[in-house]
Structures are given as structure tokens and as C-alpha cells.
């Protein structure tokens, strides 16, 4: 593009002439066209090059130890307000409490259920410390958690005062910290009827209102909220497959772009 820009300039040079402004007019915009030639040779030198290096050693990285932190976690449940023992109790008083959690929480199941249990932190005067338990797979984990939510909605007496969730990694913690936070300065800014729910494993900031299609519609195209965006210069998208699927598959992005694709017409998609 620029060199075609040179050969014009280059035509309009008065040959023959005296007019001497025009050459210092051609001169000057030779000299800018240079300067833009030299910024466009270094972003191909060092833009792609930086990018990938980046991606295939830094982000792949913490893909890779975000997912398994994940593996490690997923039979997991984190129970909060569990009592602790008291002076004069059992020494089972836990292992007891466990028991008699699982019995209400999954009553089909807890006979044939092997499940492990643990205290999480450091002995506190003023709060219980977390419950942990570890069942026998990802899939008991979701009745458990689904079964406990209905139970306290119903009013059980012995759940009333404890909560329940699954074991989130310190990434997932983060980034529900900083919708908790977005969420109240949007508040405290008056927006109402606000709320944090999970949409297929992540938590988004909704409105509890349900609205008529044609908002949601209008919302969609004039989105109010933040967008977040995943951009990769990925140089040839058939060789990182794997490595592309391990990072979109935990993030939390609305949109994912990719450049550089190098895919024809004639590789089926």
C-alpha cells in the first residue's frame, strides 16, 4: 500500500522545472511515508512473533494449571456455619455432623455413599471454620448441591443455618469477588433489581426483571454491559486446536476473535 503511494509521489515530481516548493512538498511526504514504512516493518517483526511467545508458555500455563485445579476440585463441596465441637462433646462430633448432612441432604443415596470430610483453616473464637466434604463424583456433587438449595428454601431445620457451594479455584474466586464489587457500585450508582446468577457454569450480573423480547432484543444489539473480548494472532489455527480449546474452555469471555487463521476455502470447518 505505501509502496504504491511512493511511485505516485514520484510521478507528480516536476521534472525539468524550477518549481522548487513542489519538491519540498513531494520530499516531505516521501520522508512521512518512510517513517510509517519503518513503523509497520517493526510490528511485523515484533508483533507476531512477541504474541505467540506470549501465548504458548505464559497463558498456556495458567490454562493448564486452572484446569487442573479444577480436576483436583470438582467432587468437592464447601459447607459453611458447620458448629464446631464443643468442650464436653464427642470426638466424633464432626465425623457425626457429616454423617447426618449427607443423610438429609441425600437420603437415596447416603447409605451406598463414600464420601471423606475435613476442616479447612485455622480454629476461630467467632466463626466455625469450613467444611469440606468429598464425594464420589462430580455428579453427586450437583444433586447434593441442588437438593440442599430446595431444602433450605423449604425451611429445614437443620440446614437453615449453613450454606453450601462447590470448591471454587482462587480464579474463580477473584473473578466472583470482582462481580460482587461491580455489582454494588452499580447499586450504589441506582440501578435496581440486579443480581449475580450462574449461566452455564459462570456467573454474569442479570436483571431479576424478566422483560419483553423486544428489550432483550434492543439489549443484544445496544449492549448496556461490559463486553469482554479473547483476541489471538494465532498463526496457523490447525496446530493449536488443543491448546485454543484449553483456554476458551475457562474463560469467561462474550466474544472470541482469532486472526491469522490460515484456513482456505478448501479445508472443510
Request: proline share 3%.
Amino acid at each position: 500500500m505505501q509502496s504504491k503511494k511512493c511511485k505516485q509521489l514520484f510521478k507528480e515530481v516536476p521534472h525539468g522545472s524550477c518549481e522548487c516548493s513542489s519538491y519540498g512538498k513531494v520530499i516531505g511526504e516521501l520522508k512521512q511515508l518512510i517513517v510509517e514504512l519503518k513503523k509497520e516493518i517493526e510490528l511485523m517483526k515484533n508483533g507476531p512473533t512477541a504474541a505467540s511467545s506470549t501465548f504458548n508458555y505464559d497463558t498456556m500455563n495458567s490454562v493448564v494449571l486452572e484446569v487442573n485445579d479444577r480436576n483436583r476440585r470438582c467432587k468437592d463441596v464447601i459447607v459453611f456455619g458447620a458448629p464446631e465441637k464443643l468442650e464436653g462433646e464427642s470426638v466424633t462430633h464432626d465425623s457425626d455432623f457429616a454423617k447426618r448432612l449427607v443423610n438429609t441432604v441425600l437420603p437415596n443415596a447416603s447409605s451406598n455413599l463414600d464420601f471423606r470430610f475435613t476442616r479447612l483453616g485455622r480454629n476461630a473464637t467467632n466463626k466455625p471454620r469450613t467444611l469440606k466434604l468429598t464425594l464420589s463424583s462430580e455428579e453427586q456433587v450437583f444433586e447434593f448441591l441442588k437438593s440442599f438449595d430446595l431444602l433450605k428454601s423449604s425451611g429445614n431445620d437443620f440446614i437453615r443455618s449453613l450454606s453450601s457451594s462447590r470448591d471454587r479455584t482462587l480464579m474463580e474466586r477473584n473473578y466472583l469477588q470482582t462481580l460482587r464489587s461491580e455489582l454494588q457500585i452499580r447499586m450504589d450508582a441506582g440501578e435496581q433489581n440486579l443480581t449475580i446468577k450462574y449461566i452455564k457454569g459462570i456467573p454474569k450480573i442479570i436483571s431479576k426483571n424478566k422483560v419483553p423480547w423486544e428489550v432483550s432484543l434492543l439489549s443484544i444489539v445496544m449492549p448496556c454491559l461490559t463486553l469482554i473480548f479473547y483476541y489471538q494472532n494465532v498463526r496457523g489455527i490447525r496446530t493449536k486446536l488443543t491448546e485454543l480449546s484449553l483456554a476458551t474452555s475457562v474463560s469467561n469471555c462474550d466474544v472470541i476473535v482469532f486472526t491469522e487463521t490460515w484456513l482456505t476455502s478448501a479445508i472443510l470447518t
